[in-house]
């Protein structure tokens, strides 16, 4: 039973628009989200992260939405550029440790 | 380096026999992660070292699994015996794990295992 879910396998974009990754969760005791990007042969590197007391975390293109009563995130990239095309992974803390949704393979076209 | 570092980068196998995976976590950090990744799946929790604390055992998917970690520093994960379906990139993470929780991994490159 997944506890953390990434329903999109992929996700196409054209470079310049909006990218939008969305997780949704089924604890509701989770209370801290992580985001981590992971490029072909390397480790997953952490992008973005957004507390429970927050709906909304910004970081430069990158903006983290969180909507509790729906255990929905979504993890929003604007402009989106090509150097973002890598798999993004969502995951839950749970007393210390991650639960990790199976990633969204984002590509940006030209 | 600053990074968490793993060794073997790859690692081809036969059937049958024993691996041993390598992770040096970054200086400091008391928590330690083993998670694995199969092709196009997601990232799967295997073990988790906190300090002086037993370690969670939780995710290791067999008897044939084992990890050990010195302190709070070298990991090893052993897998004995291996099957074709160990065949994963296995990957290492460290945290400084702060207080009153809320904490970023930082990942090794991983190790990607053959078993042939």
């Known amino acids: 039973d997944q506890q953390v879910k990434q329903n999109s396998p992929s996700l196409s974009v054209q470079e310049g628009r909006i990218s939008i990754l969305n997780c949704d969760y089924t604890n509701s005791m989770f209370d801290y989200f992580l985001w981590y990007k992971k490029y072909p042969a390397e480790g997953p590197t952490f992008l973005i992260s957004?507390?429970?007391i927050k709906d909304k975390n910004e970081d430069g293109r990158f903006t983290v939405f969180l909507n509790k009563s729906a255990k929905h995130l979504s993890l929003h990239i604007v402009p989106s550029q090509p150097g973002d095309s890598a798999v993004y992974f969502c995951a839950a803390d749970s007393n210390y440790q991650l639960i990790w949704g199976a990633g969204t393979k984002l590509i940006i076209k030209p | 380096g600053a990074g968490v570092s793993q060794s073997p980068s790859n690692k081809v196998t036969e059937k049958g026999k024993d691996v041993e995976l390598r992770c040096d976590p970054i200086?400091?950090?008391?928590?330690l992660y083993w998670y694995r990744q199969r092709l196009g799946q997601g990232l799967e929790f295997l073990i988790y070292?906190?300090?002086?604390?037993?370690?969670?055992k939780s995710g290791l998917p067999s008897d044939r699994f084992s990890a050990e970690r010195t302190g709070e520093s070298v990991s090893t994960l052993t897998i004995q015996r291996t099957q074709q379906e160990d065949s994963a990139v296995y990957l290492c993470a460290s945290s400084p794990l702060l207080a009153g929780g809320g904490y970023e991994q930082f990942f090794g490159p991983g190790t990607r295992l053959t078993v042939l």
């Open positions: 070292f906190q300090g002086n604390s037993a370690p969670d």
């Open positions: 200086s400091g950090h008391t928590a």
């Open positions: 957004i507390s429970s």
